[in-house]
């Protein structure tokens, strides 16, 4: 005899900071909230990020910057940008589209539809902070680029203006005033862009936990399972999966990179697929250094964490069922150690999976096909930037109401 599926008013696949930021915001307003994941709250691309709250990161992934860079890029495996040339074929796709996002015009679109949702990310982290007491895992000095070379720097014009003309707070540095804010980088930059509004989070773990038991503490019920049969129809939502069976009047796929199947099965063909990055972890008792630190030229984040500095960054495509490329960890280990030759070895090395959609605008809102589905997924480079104003975004369309600022990212764009 087969039991009847549990009920519930709001089911979210996925417990990343999407989901539990959803959940929270949710459960806050007083909904009944289900929060399916078969892992760890917290464990998937949450856990092994910079830690950046990056506000002021509207430049998309693809622009021109990259696009005449992308056959360089593409062909140097020790490059921050490569691809695994085994899921070529695969990812054409993908790439195609990638690439027609990296003209002039669709970048700036793109920026723009970023810079809407950017503007708003600080507030929101604000509210979230108080909502599940994360003010001791909060740090506020700020983001700064270090360029080491000149040009490099003078190619980054475009997205200085561009950031100047969306009134993101930016200031150019000297490589003194880069020094004052970071003496370990006294003889490493030329000049610096320093992001001072920017925010960053102690120990993005931590983070999690504390999101979870927040959820758990306004009623969030939390369900190990994988769901992976999804039906809609006007009266709710169906999910399924082994061991897991259940209706809801409404259900949020906030399931990282592993979303896509999930809204195909909503009717939603959405060219998700991943940009995976690594990280390494340092253990260290000393300041090495004050914020997080991007080398542009060597495409990762250097971010001061509690007890260890993290390395974490860089962009790999190729799927998300290879294993870690060692080559990819060891250019992490090279680069950090242009900057710290004396660090030991680290202590750990983690590959995650970004949500990545070719314009590097999340999705986020009902699906076409079955409006009781809503999706929370794609942010890429951003999802913990992003996470609470998503939250904020998915719970008025819970609530019915329309918000302007989800035009640029609902899914009939695609
Ligand atoms: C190296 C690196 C550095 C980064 N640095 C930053 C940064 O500094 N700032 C920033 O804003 N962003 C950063 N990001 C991006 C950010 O980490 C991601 O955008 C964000 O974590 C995505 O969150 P998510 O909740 O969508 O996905 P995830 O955290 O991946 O969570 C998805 C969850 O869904 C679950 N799931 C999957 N399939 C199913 C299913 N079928 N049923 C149930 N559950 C399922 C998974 O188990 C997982 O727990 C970085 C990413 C990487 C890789």
Not at 50 to 63: D, L, R, S
Not at 317 to 340: E, I, S, W
Not at 353 to 372: A, H, M, Q
């Amino acid at each position: 005899m087969t039991s009847a599926p549990k009920s519930v008013e709001i089911a979210i696949i996925g417990a990343g900071v999407v989901g539990l930021a959803s959940a929270l915001r949710l459960a806050g307003e007083g909904r009944e909230v289900l929060l399916i994941d078969p892992n760890e709250p917290g464990s998937g691309a949450s856990f092994g990020n910079a830690g950046t709250i990056a506000e002021y990161a509207c430049m998309p992934v693809g622009n021109p910057g990259v696009l005449r860079a992308l056959p360089k890029l593409l062909l140097d495996p020790d490059s921050p940008f490569a691809l695994r040339w085994a899921t070529l074929f695969q990812l054409t796709p993908w790439l195609i589209r990638f690439i027609r996002q990296s003209l002039p015009e669709a970048t700036r679109a793109n920026a723009l539809a970023l810079a809407g949702l950017l503007a708003e990310a600080l507030p929101a982290w604000g509210e979230m902070v108080q909502e599940a007491g994360l003010q001791d895992l909060m740090r506020r000095n700020g983001c700064l680029y270090v360029y080491r070379r000149h040009n490099d720097f003078a190619a980054s014009a475009g997205g200085r203006a561009l950031r100047a003309e969306l009134g993101v707070h930016q200031q150019v540095l000297t490589a003194d005033e880069v020094a004052a804010l970071e003496p370990a980088l006294a003889d490493a930059a030329t000049q610096g862009l320093y992001f001072p509004d920017s925010i960053s989070v102690s120990d993005p773990k931590a983070v999690m936990a504390r999101l979870a038991a927040a959820a758990l503490a306004r009623g969030v019920e939390f369900m190990r399972a994988s769901a992976t049969g999804l039906s809609a129809d006007a009266g709710g939502v169906r999910l399924s999966g082994p061991g897991l069976a259940i209706t809801a009047q409404k259900v949020v796929i906030a399931a990282g990179a592993r979303s896509r199947p999930l809204a195909a099965q909503a009717g939603d063909r959405i060219p998700l697929d991943t940009e995976r990055g690594y990280h390494l972890e340092f253990p260290t008792t000393a300041t090495l250094l004050n914020r997080p630190v991007c080398p542009v030229d060597l495409g990762f984040y250097m971010t001061p964490m509690d007890g260890r500095l993290r390395v974490a960054g860089t962009v790999e495509l190729g799927g998300l069922k290879a294993p870690p490329t060692p080559r990819r960890l060891a250019l992490l280990d090279r680069g950090v150690r242009q900057f710290f030759p004396n660090l030991g070895q680290p202590s750990s090395q983690w590959l995650g999976f970004r949500p990545s959609l070719p314009d590097s605008r999340p999705v986020i809102g009902p699906s076409v096909k079955s409006p009781n589905v809503i999706y929370a997924f794609g942010h890429g480079h951003l999802g913990l930037t992003l996470a609470p104003l998503t939250a904020r975004l998915i719970a008025d369309v819970v609530h019915g109401k329309d918000n302007t600022l989800l035009s640029p990212f609902r899914s009939a764009r695609f």
